[in-house]
């Protein structure tokens, strides 16, 4: 399987990067995964003004950069989002680029690695909300990463009871995609 780790800020400095790459080095050591990091800015995803609703687009879009984020996100069976919360919620790029598409995202799975002050879990909740209108499947497991505990002056620091939680999410997250695959 295809687990594609999504870095969902496309903030210059931004600290989703480093969190990614945690995750990403973590899922590669598992048998029978592979792993992309599909790394929102690098698509230039802009705001969603065409005609045609993306879930009737057929994966075709006349934006060159909707298209590769299209393409990328569409070669994974599985996805950990890596979320920041922003005012209490999703950032507004990565919503924008998840509405951007419709039948990639439809019937898979996903779990989610959020960071913020309280560890970004408001993020995280809304984007259950969400993934539900695509018919994916969301697991238990998540990571929540707080600013003044998995942080530091030199940066990304996790705590050191992350690596189970992230392996347990990530059990959960393998383990529901064969499920569903079978
Ligand atoms: C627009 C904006 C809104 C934010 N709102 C919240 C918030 O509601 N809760 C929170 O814990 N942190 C909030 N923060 C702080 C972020 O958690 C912190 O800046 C984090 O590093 C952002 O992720 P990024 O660096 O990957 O962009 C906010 C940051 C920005 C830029």
Redesign the pocket.
């Known amino acids: 399987m295809r687990i594609g780790v999504v870095v969902g ?1 496309v ?1 210059k ?4 990067e480093s969190v990614a790459a945690w995750v990403a080095d973590a899922a590669k050591q598992r048998e029978g995964v592979e792993v992309s990091i599909v790394d929102l800015a690098e698509f230039g995803v802009p705001i969603l003004d065409a005609e045609t609703l993306p879930m009737l687009a057929g994966k075709s879009y006349e934006d060159a950069g909707t298209q590769a984020w299209s393409d990328a996100i569409d070669e994974c069976d599985a996805y950990v989002f890596v979320t ?5 919620g999703v950032p507004g790029a990565f919503k924008n680029a998840v509405d951007s598409l419709g039948p990639e995202w439809v019937g898979k799975t996903v779990a989610f690695v959020s ?4 560890g ?1 879990v408001r993020a995280t909740e809304q984007w259950r909300q969400i993934m539900v209108n695509f018919q994916m499947y969301d697991v238990r497991g998540f990571v929540a990463l707080g ?1 003044f505990s998995d942080f530091d002056e030199s940066g990304f620091a996790p705590l050191e009871r992350r690596t189970g939680e992230l392996e347990a999410m990530l059990d959960q997250l393998t383990s529901l995609t064969e499920k569903l695959a079978a």
């Open positions: 800020s903030r400095g931004r600290r989703g920041p919360e922003y005012n209490h960071y913020g002050a309280d970004g600013l």
